[in-house]
């Protein structure tokens, strides 16, 4: 018996007792997490939510206002003595935009482009001078809020704009519904969790076909001082669409549109391109001061697209897929593909 209750003993020993070098470790970890705190040179880019004791948070937080305050009285001084020194523009992360193959840079590269565009699906659009028929639905049992989002979004387009309840229909079936009715646009707006959030966007007949997600969207009673619009043509503005998948994209966020724009309504659309966001806004400018002042006046909606896929052909052909994004393909930030 006494040789068990030792055993035992000595086992108890042994787990609780941990290594020495263990012990030392902890304190050197102790340490260097006090220095951390108490021995900082400069307090700008530390972060004070770091420090979970509310009353040592407090003075921390107070000597780095302090030391904020003094740098930027630094600052003053050196501006005022030397008022010519040059001025270094910071790096933002449009500057730090990795060049992908697909930009299009050079002259011959705009010339091939150009040659392609004369012969691609728009060419009725752009040479012809063909207005868009569109002709929107949803997806299957849309909400109330779906149709709240498809009032503000209906009458942009202009009047040509036609709404087809879903119902059971297929998207085949309502495509083959426009070509047979002359429409050139289908737009397919869907919905999750009473949220729209995507977008499927043909081009009839021939296609192509895009796959948008859907994201941000303000409706018109939510922007402040919005305007109402009239049935006007709007001016379309594209923004930094500079690679050929997206010009690709460009040319057919185009026809939705007229071609022929009235400059009396003062309707512009904008489509900016930013770090493959594309971001839509809808303005009215107005003249102030007899013309020598100009100032904007949102209409709204507001929205934000992503391109998902790029297809060949209509929406259940089997066609050539020329953009897909994979779940890598916007993570890194500096990347740009459209």
């Excluded at 006007?232 to 690679?243: A, D, M, R, S, V």
Aim: glycine content about 4%.
């Amino acid at each position: 018996m006494a040789k068990n209750k030792s055993k035992a003993v000595h086992a108890i020993k042994i787990k609780h007792n941990a290594p020495f070098s263990q012990k030392i470790k902890k304190k050197e970890q102790k340490g260097q997490k006090q220095r951390r705190v108490g021995g900082f040179k400069s307090l700008a880019k530390f972060d004070v939510s770091r420090i979970k004791n509310k009353e040592k948070r407090i003075q921390i937080l107070e000597r780095k206002q302090n030391e904020q305050k003094k740098t930027k009285k630094m600052d003053k001084k050196e501006k005022e003595a030397n008022p010519d020194r040059e001025k270094l523009d910071p790096l933002t992360i449009d500057d730090k935009r990795e060049i992908d193959e697909n930009f299009v840079f050079d002259e011959d590269d705009q010339e091939e482009l150009q040659n392609e565009e004369l012969i691609d699906e728009f060419q009725n659009y752009f040479q012809e001078g063909q207005d868009p028929k569109i002709i929107i639905t949803t997806s299957e049992r849309p909400s109330r809020q779906l149709f709240d989002f498809l009032k503000d979004i209906k009458d942009v387009f202009g009047p040509e704009t036609h709404y087809w309840p879903r119902k059971q229909f297929s998207i085949k079936e309502i495509q083959e519904y426009s070509i047979n009715k002359g429409y050139t646009e289908l737009l397919v707006f869907r919905e999750h969790r009473k949220e729209v959030n995507q977008l499927i966007y043909i081009h009839l007949p021939n296609g192509p076909t895009y796959k948008f997600k859907l994201t941000n969207y303000t409706p018109c009673d939510e922007i402040h001082h919005h305007g109402r619009f009239t049935d006007h043509n709007p001016e379309l503005i594209l923004n930094h669409f500079n690679t050929k998948v997206g010009r690709r994209v460009g040319r057919g966020l185009a026809a939705l549109f007229p071609s022929k724009p009235q400059f009396r309504g003062r309707r512009v659309v904008t489509f900016h391109n930013q770090r493959d966001f594309i971001f839509f806004r809808h303005h009215r400018y107005m003249f102030q001061e007899e013309g020598q002042k100009v100032a904007l006046q949102e209409l709204g909606p507001r929205f934000t697209l992503q391109l998902k896929q790029l297809k060949l052909g209509l929406f259940n052909d089997d066609g050539e897929i020329e953009f897909e994004a994979r779940d890598d393909y916007y993570v890194k930030r500096t990347a740009a593909f459209l």
